[in-house]
């Protein structure tokens, strides 16, 4: 009877122990949930940890988010990067505007690196297909969002968001007239416009692209203003000619990259590719597949956009 005994204590503080370590494992597991969501000042760690340990994409952000130093993460960090402050919460807090140290970013040149790039929308129509391919070919994009079709379609931008893709900044209004007015009416469009997406995403795109592109439009005082409140503006060096007028289609818009893939070699550690998901641009939804073929082909790796791109040029 007393062996007996034993052996039923034995076997509760086993249950006991087993049940512990489950609960333990859970709450291990959920608190390491929560810290890949909202991850350590301006690192992918937590993002690693999270994939190590098999945790499912649903259950993750798959961003990195800047803390109150803004702070950018490693040029090799491939995921997405946004800041957890609106500028007015920075304002308020007495919080740095910018990554700005006095010195320059750093920035990540690989071997065969293309971005692909999509102006103008969200579409509901466009960017849904648009997004829809870039999943069947397991690609990540960077989209640049104009403020006033986010607030027409903020289902599309949570899509864009949660499926991996980066998410910039492409004014509100998208008029050139009123956009670059002064230094101050572009990034008034620009905040904005970010706004507009923290109400959606609770996040703040940090990287912006000038409609019609910096040159001919910016001076000396917008390039200042855009450092100082740490937006990182990028540029394009190949496109796929969508917006130029002259009514390409789809297999024209193939060839003009194929054409620019072949002049440019130069390029590959940094292919910057310009393409629109506005309405209207139907032809370039239609050549997307053919041209993830073409630089599949040519073993180009697939990056969103990061702090740590480098000048287009």
């Known amino acids: 009877m007393k062996l007996r005994g034993f052996i039923g204590v034995v076997a509760v503080c086993i249950l006991v122990l087993v049940g512990w370590t489950i609960t333990g494992h859970r709450a291990w597991a959920e608190e390491l949930r929560l810290a890949v969501e909202t991850p350590p000042a301006g690192t992918a760690e937590a993002f690693k940890l999270g994939k190590a340990f098999g945790l499912p994409a649903a259950d993750t952000a798959q961003v990195v988010k800047l803390d109150k130093d803004f702070v950018l993460p490693p040029a090799d960090n491939a995921l997405p990067v946004y800041d957890a402050y609106t500028l007015q919460q920075r304002r308020e807090r007495g919080l740095p505007l910018t990554y700005y140290r006095g010195t320059e970013r750093e920035y990540y040149y690989g071997d065969h690196v293309v971005y692909l790039t999509f102006d103008d929308g969200p579409n509901k129509e466009n960017t849904q297909k648009i997004l829809d391919i870039l999943k069947s070919e ?29 998410i910039g900044l492409h004014s509100y209004s998208h008029d050139y007239a009123k956009l670059y007015a002064s230094a101050q009416a572009y990034t008034d469009e620009m905040e904005k416009t970010e706004q507009r997406i923290y109400q959606i995403l609770h996040v703040r795109p940090i990287i912006s692209r000038a409609p019609g592109g910096t040159a001919g439009h910016f001076t000396a005082a917008h390039w200042q203003a855009v450092r100082d409140l740490g937006y990182i503006e990028v540029g394009w060096n190949a496109l796929n000619g969508d917006a130029d007028g002259s009514g390409k289609t789809s297999s024209q818009e193939l060839e003009n990259i194929r054409s620019q893939l072949e002049k440019r070699p130069y390029l590959n550690t940094h292919l910057v590719i310009l393409m629109h998901d506005s309405a209207g641009h139907g032809a370039t939804v239609n050549s997307l597949p053919d041209v993830i073929h073409l630089l599949k082909e040519k073993g180009y790796t697939f990056r969103v956009v990061t702090p740590a791109i480098p000048p287009s040029w």
Do not use: C, S
């Open 138 to 166: 397991d690609v990540r994009a960077t989209f640049f969002l104009v403020g006033k079709n986010v607030e027409n379609n903020p289902q599309t931008v949570k899509r864009i968001y949660q499926e991996g893709h980066a």
